[in-house]
């Protein structure tokens, strides 16, 4: 939420003139405080409860960051009793694979599920406790924290293989059978959004095709970073310094998805933008290399 108000520091041009860029500021920080309000608002609006982004924020935060979780970690007896029990289950909690801790968000007998039903069904309460021994985790095992992030991140290259990719990516765009929705959240689904019963995620269209073949976009994305600080050190002075926001930016992005998620290919997407930038950048100056005539030749022909 905090990146787009920066943008004015991306417009050197800006910083000679102390009255446009604080008018940029006010206007960068406005918009996005305007924009992330609304959303706020309007998710309130639609679910009949308080304004929020989603309301599921414990939950998210307790199954993505399972591996870290002790039942020092609980704030009472009767959640530390459900830390106890989850080492019992077809995934411990100290399994750190996406797989694991997909299991602990989504599976009904998951963590998530399972800290649901000791509150008897009470959601509320029951992602507040999940927030509330999530954050303590990580207050306690910040080093963990990270390992667990860098452990996100490199299992991004065993996803991004050319013979995994298309399976995975299939689960992701609800092609999968055992992703269907079933029969009861149909029903929820037709009575919000005049949404036919019959899935149209298993419809090959041009899009999904090439999204589950484009691997090599995909390793763009995930290597966006890292082009961009490539990119920043070739790019001419007069963008260098909007190419290295946009590098800072890729960077934060990839940081936060590793530090709150498993791995998952759709949340590379975000960093389509910023490669794309770092690769128009970097082909820029390969194209122009073989035309750019060095010293000695510009001695020569001057001689």
Not at 105 to 121: C, E, I, P
Not at 175 to 190: F, L, Y
């Amino acid at each position: 939420m905090r990146q787009p108000a920066l943008l004015p520091l991306a417009a050197p041009q800006l910083w000679g003139n102390r009255r446009r860029i604080a008018l940029a500021f006010v206007v960068s920080v406005a918009a996005v405080l305007i924009c992330q309000l609304t959303y706020q608002r309007l998710t309130g609006f639609w679910a009949h409860r308080e304004p929020a982004y989603e309301y599921q924020t414990g939950f998210f935060l307790a199954g993505n960051l399972t591996p870290l979780l002790e039942e020092q970690d609980a704030p009472d007896p009767q959640t530390a009793a459900v830390l106890r029990d989850s080492e019992h289950r077809a995934y411990g909690l100290s399994d750190a694979s996406s797989a694991a801790r997909n299991f602990q968000l989504w599976d009904r007998n998951g963590l998530v599920s399972r800290l649901t039903q000791a509150f008897h069904g009470d959601l509320l309460q029951a992602s507040s406790h999940a927030e509330a021994f999530a954050l303590h985790a990580v207050r306690r095992n910040p080093l963990g924290f990270l390992r667990l992030a860098y452990r996100s991140w490199s299992e991004y290259r065993q996803f991004l293989r050319r013979d995994t990719l298309p399976g995975l990516v299939r689960i992701e765009d609800g092609a999968d059978p055992g992703v269907q929705p079933s029969e009861a959240r149909w029903r929820i689904i037709t009575a919000h959004f005049p949404q036919q019963r019959r899935d149209s995620a298993i419809e090959r269209t041009l899009t999904r095709r090439y999204h589950t073949h484009g691997w090599l976009w995909c390793w763009m994305q995930y290597l966006a970073p890292f082009l961009g600080l490539a990119a920043t050190c070739l790019a001419p002075a007069r963008v260098r310094l909007a190419i290295g926001f946009l590098t800072l930016w890729s960077a934060l992005l990839i940081a936060v998805t590793c530090l709150t998620t498993p791995a998952q290919v759709r949340y590379l997407h975000t960093l389509s933008f910023t490669g794309l930038a770092a690769v128009a950048v970097l082909a820029e100056r390969l194209l122009r290399l073989p035309f750019v005539p060095s010293k000695a030749a510009q001695s020569v022909v001057s001689s």
